[in-house]
């Protein structure tokens, strides 16, 4: 399987900065409609992903007023298993992409460059 093929490019994604405010992270996330999203640092390096769970346990603990306080980095979970590199086998792809909506690629750079969802995966199949 080409990757390339089912890859939903960067650029055409809703992601967050590590360096971005909790409070304005957490009104990008609600506006896209999305449970979680990628993060990444400023060189663009993929550090791992945030979910509407982890916003409401910081909403929780601290306050929706002390968000202010906080960066995403502080909350970003580093996905290991839920990120694969652009040369990842397509078995590979087929058994990390069961237990997720998607999963992160990077390069060799460990740069984010898109991700793979289920769906794009599910429709390549039936292909």
Same mark, same amino acid.
């Given at each position: 399987m080409n990757i390339f093929s089912i890859l939903v490019p960067k650029q055409m994604l809703t992601?967050?900065?590590a360096n971005d405010?909790?409070?304005s992270a957490v009104e !990008?996330?609600?506006?896209?409609g999305y449970s979680a999203v990628p993060v990444i640092?400023?060189?663009?390096a993929y550090i791992g992903i945030v979910s509407e769970g982890d !916003?409401?346990?910081?909403?929780?603990?601290?306050g929706r007023d002390n968000l202010?306080?906080?960066?995403?980095?502080?909350?970003?979970?580093?996905?290991?298993?839920g990120c694969v590199l652009n040369t990842v086998s397509k078995a590979d792809v087929y058994e990390k992409i069961l237990?997720?909506? !998607?999963?992160?690629?990077?390069?060799?750079?460990?740069?984010?460059?898109?991700?793979?969802?289920?769906?794009?995966v599910i429709i390549e199949l039936n292909k």
């Open positions: 992601y967050l900065n405010g909790l409070d !990008f996330l609600i506006n896209s640092d400023d060189t663009g !916003f409401l346990r910081v909403v929780m603990e601290e202010k306080k906080y960066r995403v980095a502080d909350i970003v979970k580093n996905d290991v298993e237990d997720r909506n !998607f999963l992160s690629v990077v390069d060799d750079r460990k740069c984010f460059i898109g991700i793979i969802t289920r769906k794009s």
